[in-house]
DNA sequence: ATTTCTGCAAACTGTTTGCATCGTA
DNA sequence: TACGATGCAAACAGTTTGCAGAAAT
């Protein structure tokens, strides 16, 4: 946790970006929560827990900062909301995401799928993949038992 | 081009809802400008050349009705802005994209390149997949040349 | 002293909704 | 006549921006 911090707070201060203290109490809901799929909303109401003077705007600007420095994702599943989603340790490209259409849970797949339908895209379009955004929807596991039961 | 309006009269008649003027003019847009990725701005701007006393809440009325019905997708490439895309006649699953980060432009594929990846998501993740989106960010064809020019 | 960052409020953008009216079964 | 569909304007939600003050260098 701490370590990870750390990280950030390097990667800020390689761009002369300052770890503020808003900026890290909205670094540490992001990792505290890393699980979920926060929308700005969400996230400020939980940093305001912990700094309460801080402003809706300070978390937007933070949450482009990081956005910018590939520290989060930003996500859109569909509804007008986006959310923010910590990049795993090291990871090159984003996670995939499965989102239930029944009860609406996002999961997460670490796992690179793609690296094939990647090469296709490179080779056959001629296109450069910088990065991707893959979410499946459908039914999740505990979703269809449910179906089956009623 | 009359066909796939007809096509999509008898989708609506059969939930009984109306192919009305309005409703008509904006699947006209959507046939006539298939390649584009059109907001509802877009798509109300065109339609008023047609139909001048259309409303913009009609666009969004229609665009949602077709959604439902699955005649068109509705997709947001991180830009705050929904854009509507027909779906191909006869497809299942929605196409990808790839998104030029520096021009911008918007290609299709409409090859479904998920077919192997979604029988690992049902097979390992036990999740029962609906439907996809699937976008890659990247330099288009174009765009590279120009950046080796440069 | 200069620059960066913050909090607040106001502004903006895309989208939805309420309601009176219109058109058609 | 009844009901769905429309146009308009107002409402709304999420996000961005301008600005004056605070913090850090």
């Keep these: 946790m701490e370590h990870r911090i750390d990280n950030i707070k390097k990667q800020l201060h390689a761009q002369s970006y300052k770890l503020t203290p808003q900026r890290e109490a ?5 990792l505290e929560r890393e699980e979920d799929h926060l929308s700005a909303e969400d996230i400020f109401l939980l940093v305001k827990e912990k700094a309460p003077e ?4 300070t978390v937007y600007r933070t949450l482009e ?5 590939k520290i989060v994702d930003k996500i859109n599943f569909g509804d007008g909301v986006s959310r923010y989603d910590l990049r795993k340790e090291g990871a090159e490209h984003f996670h995939h995401h499965l989102v239930c259409i029944e009860c ?6 670490v796992e690179d799928l793609l690296k094939d339908v990647e090469k296709i895209v490179e080779n056959d379009w001629q296109f450069q993949v910088k990065d991707h955004r893959l979410t499946f929807h459908g039914v999740c596991k505990q979703c269809q038992k449910i179906t089956i039961k009623s």
Tied chains: 1, 2.
């Design 26 to 30: 909205t670094v540490r809901v992001l």
């Design 104 to 109: 609406g849970s996002v999961e997460e797949i």
């Design 54 to 57: 801080i402003g809706l705007a």
């Design 65 to 69: 900062l990081l956005s910018e420095l």
